[in-house]
């Protein structure tokens, strides 16, 4: 009577198990579909740099869609430059739980992207890193426009320089 009492208990344990498994699989679903309205890339990876989550907008931006990017090494796929040493990045990040700065990425056809990337630590119930979500602004466009205006500003610096010098040769002549 006992055995029998085990097995029951085991079954209903069992049931309340997969009863569990099965809300969290569909708090996990509704998340995922939340990040999709995001205008921004997100993506998260895991400790060795995988690719576990790729959202809607990260396919927008990159070129590459969910299925062929999930299971990708990050760092291979997006050919991430960074603005300074990795292993400083990995060490903020560690010890801060979170990384914000600007890096370069190559899209599917080859193109660059200059992003505002945004990183957060997840570590599991004993403390340790279980995975990186990392959220990409693309500001590329914006970069380029800095960049031609500082351009101007150095030729309207170089016409204004040149039109002093202009002037005092003249005032020197009369």
């Given at each position: 009577?006992?055995?029998?009492?085990?097995?029951?208990?085991?079954?209903?344990?069992?049931?309340?198990?997969?009863?569990?498994?099965?809300?969290?699989?569909?708090?996990?679903?509704?998340?995922?579909?939340?990040?999709?309205?995001?205008?921004?890339?997100?993506?998260?990876?895991?400790?060795?740099?995988?690719?576990?989550?790729?959202?809607?907008?990260?396919?927008?931006?990159?070129?590459?869609?969910?299925?062929?990017?999930?299971?990708?090494?990050?760092?291979?796929?997006?050919?991430?430059?960074?603005?300074?040493?990795?292993?400083?990045?990995?060490?903020?990040?560690?010890?801060?739980?979170?990384?914000?700065?600007?890096?370069?990425?190559?899209?599917?056809?080859?193109?660059?992207?200059?992003?505002?990337?945004?990183?957060?630590?997840?570590?599991?119930?004993?403390?340790?890193?279980?995975a990186i979500l990392e959220i990409n602004s693309d500001i590329t466009?914006?970069?380029?426009?800095?960049?031609?205006?500082?351009?101007?500003?150095?030729?309207?610096?170089?016409?204004?320089?040149?039109?002093r010098e202009s002037e005092a040769r003249l005032k020197r002549l009369?």
């Amino acid at each position: 009577l006992q055995a029998i009492a085990n097995v029951l208990a085991a079954a209903i344990e069992r049931k309340r198990d997969e009863e569990e498994l099965a809300k969290r699989m569909e708090t996990l679903g509704e998340q995922a579909r939340l990040l999709d309205l995001a205008h921004d890339a997100i993506l998260v990876r895991d400790m060795d740099g995988t690719i576990t989550f790729w959202n809607r907008s990260a396919e927008g931006t990159y070129g590459w869609s969910r299925e062929e990017a999930v299971g990708k090494s990050c760092l291979s796929l997006l050919k991430k430059r960074f603005p300074e040493p990795l292993e400083e990045i990995g060490a903020e990040l560690f010890h801060e739980g979170h990384w914000e700065g600007e890096l370069v990425h190559t899209k599917r056809d080859g193109t660059q992207a200059v992003v505002a990337s945004r990183w957060a630590l997840e570590r599991d119930e004993h403390g340790q890193p279980s995975a990186i979500l990392e959220i990409n602004s693309d500001i590329t466009e914006h970069k380029q426009l800095e960049l031609r205006e500082h351009e101007a500003r150095h030729q309207l610096h170089t016409a204004l320089k040149a039109l002093r010098e202009s002037e005092a040769r003249l005032k020197r002549l009369v």
